[in-house]
């Protein structure tokens, strides 16, 4: 990258200092611009109010003590459960201790190395008739289409978690309206909420925006359907062998017990999240990055030319769209900031952590910060094969978290995104809008707060 390429979309930071209550506004306005830019060279910064105290840290040596040395003492913070509780149940992305553990004994088998090959014919299918919607698209809007990727990116995404978890695409009835209600619940309930980070008493009403709590009714209530409708087939012996079915018979190791009915709702739901949500933000972003910086873009389209060959062999063919993609998920985490909850007496950096403290990990402001990175607010996929990059990537790397915590479809995200990218570069050329750019903001995921925006050409027409 050179000093005249323009740098990726970044939000503004509030002023260094603020009230209270200025801070509440500008916080569930959008969590991002919501921080002072020292937080990307602080190595840990604290907020005191009167009744808690909350402490983000971004020192390698710390977020290793949280996430790998002694996860145990940090559980994740019940107040996450907050804003999510109504969609996600008791799943495995809010639980803790002896439940969390027995819950990972199930599902992690389903996603070993070996059932990503399994996968991969569903996860293609699902790119190929992604293609194939955008030449409609396109050829409906005319040449040079101005198209709003995050729904593009939101869609395939979506038909991934269908065709994997369930063997359906899309355009089933059913997995069309959970999508369809999921669009809407994302865009109206934030990851992190003020709850999150203020300690508020249980006689305290929690409010959520318009529609959101019978949205999360509507969805549960669709995938309770395909999940009864699962069961009944892995009783018929007609079930077939995707990760529903790796999941729903995969007996926890150590007590024999499966997930019943309400358990496998909660954790397709969180599925459904992880897999879809995570996967449409990281890929949105992505190709704005490329068409923000077409000398890649070029590179990554020549590349795709591996995908002639159909089998999962291709995938490890695909080594500068995989670097970008990885550069992507640094400057735009999906996940930007967890929350975990000290259960002891700790100390960091010197200061006391008192028991019951919030421990804020931001794989945003970690991700570009300014003691770490070499370049840290331009895009470089080239810096994975440098010394910095590579210490980086051990120490200062958390888009899918790490530890015992870590994203149990990571594996599966890394074949994915490089996979879906190189087959939309391969037969479209993305071009930015003078006036439309981005800008991030903290939803379920990190979104654009109006969308992405960019211009679609067919290569044939575009050479």
Known sequence: ??????????????????????????????????????????????????????????????????????????PKSDRIAEGLKPLLGNSVFLTNGETWKRQ??????????????????????????????????????????????????????????????????????TAGEVFTRFRDYQRSQPLLNLAAFVPLPRWVPRFFR????????????????????????????????????????????????????????????????????????????TLYLMALYPDWQERLAKEAVALEEEGFAAVSKLRLSRDVFREALRPYPPVPMMVREASCPVEFRGRSVPKGAQIVLSPWHLHRHERLWDNPDGFDPTRWQTENGKQCQREAYIPFSAGARVCTGAGFAMVEGPLILSMILRDFKVETIAGEEPVPVAHLTVRSKNGIWLRVTPRASAA
Request: glycine content about 4%.
């Open 1 to 74: 990258m050179s000093a005249s390429d323009p740098l990726p979309p970044k939000p503004p930071a509030r002023p260094a200092r603020v009230s209270l209550w200025r801070y509440v506004k500008l916080f569930r306005e959008d969590i991002l611009s919501a921080q002072p830019a020292k937080l990307y060279r602080a190595w840990m910064a604290e907020f005191r109010a009167p009744s808690f105290r909350s402490f983000m840290i971004n020192q390698p040596v710390l977020i290793k003590r949280v996430l790998k040395d002694t996860p145990d003492d940090f």
């Open 104 to 173: 990972r004994r199930i599902i992690d088998p389903a996603f070993e190395g070996g059932r990503l090959k399994e996968t991969y014919p569903a996860m293609r299918a699902a790119a190929e008739s992604a293609v194939a919607r955008l030449h409609g698209q396109v050829g409906q809007v005319g040449q040079g289409a101005r198209l709003e990727v995050e729904e593009v990116t939101s869609h395939v995404a979506a038909d991934v978690i269908f065709r994997t978890l369930f063997s359906i695409p899309i355009e089933n009835k």
């Open 210 to 285: 318009s529609g959101t709590r019978a949205n999360a009714a509507k969805i549960r209530a669709l995938i309770t359907e395909l999940t009864e409708t699962r069961q009944q087939a892995i009783a018929a012996g007609t079930a077939p062998d995707d990760l529903a079915t790796k999941i729903m018979t995969t007996p926890d190791p150590e007590t024999g017990e499966r997930f019943d009915a309400q358990e496998m709702v909660d954790q397709v739901a969180i599925f459904f999240l992880a897999g879809h949500e995570t996967s449409a933000s990281a890929l949105a972003w």
